[in-house]
T-cell receptor, first 112, second 109 residues
Framework: SQTIHQWPATLVQPVGSPLSLECTVE??????LYWYRQAAGRGLQLLFY??????ISSEVPQNLSASRPQDRQFILSSKKLLLSDSGFYLC???????????FGPGTRLTVL | DAKTTQPTSMDCAEGRAANLPCNHS???????VYWYRQIHSQGPQYIIH???NNETNEMASLIITEDRKSSTLILPHATLRDTAVYYC??????????FGAGTTVTVRA
């Protein structure tokens, strides 16, 4: 069966520091991968999606970037965090039906 | 995207069926209806989706009206673990889900 992992589970970072969040999927190959953010009390916002290695589509302009160095690995990065980057970051994957997505446990990021 | 309208919150009794409504009067012919839920502090969980016909799986049933302007998610026997925010999403088959505020469902013993 397929499993999706995210780490770390929680993270507290100072403003201006870099960020690297990792997501990996097991038990499948060539999945579509997604990064979402949920700010406190708000709905989920799609940040990036990827249909293959090195293929990244950005949905919103921001100081975040994403990379897919391996088939089942998706990384969310920032060179300098802002206070507004705080939130719950979720990775998701899908195979056959684009909107039947399976989410990871998430990373709760607090920028101070 | 077709806009969806859901009640802000609803309560239901444990063991009873929970019927969650969703209005999507501007839905287009090739847009699907998706339902997800999010239990507190967890990632969303896919429940079910449909285009025109009613659908049923091990988690729930989805009833879509004939004119497709509204739908109802039915949890047949609600348990305390079904307490969550439920999202109704109308979307093309194009990877780009958009989650709104949803309905906060509280199942009470």
């Amino acid at each position: 069966s397929q499993t999706i992992h995210q780490w770390p589970a929680t993270l507290v970072q100072p403003v201006g520091s870099p960020l690297s969040l990792e997501c990996t999927v097991e038990g499948t190959s060539n999945p579509n991968l997604y990064w979402y953010r949920q700010a406190a009390g708000r709905g989920l916002q799609l940040l990036f999606y990827s249909v293959g290695i090195g293929q990244i589509s950005s949905e919103v302009p921001q100081n975040l970037s994403a990379s897919r160095p391996q088939d089942r690995q998706f990384i969310l990065s920032s060179k300098k965090l802002l206070l507004s980057d705080s939130g719950f970051y979720l990775c998701a994957w899908t195979m056959y039906h684009p909107n039947e997505q399976f989410f990871g446990p998430g990373t709760r990021l607090t920028v101070l | 995207d077709a806009k969806t309208t859901q009640p802000t919150s609803m309560d239901c009794a444990e063991g009873r069926a929970a019927n969650l409504p969703c209005n999507h009067s501007t839905i287009s012919g090739n847009e699907y209806v998706y339902w997800y839920r999010q239990i507190h502090s967890q990632g969303p969980q896919y429940i079910i989706h449909g285009l025109k016909n009613n659908e049923t799986n091990e988690m729930a049933s989805l009833i879509i009206t004939e004119d497709r302007k509204s739908s109802t998610l039915i949890l047949p026997h609600a348990t305390l673990r079904d307490t969550a925010v439920y999202y109704c999403i109308v979307r093309l088959n194009d990877y780009k889900l958009s989650f709104g505020a949803g309905t906060t469902v509280t199942v009470r013993a």
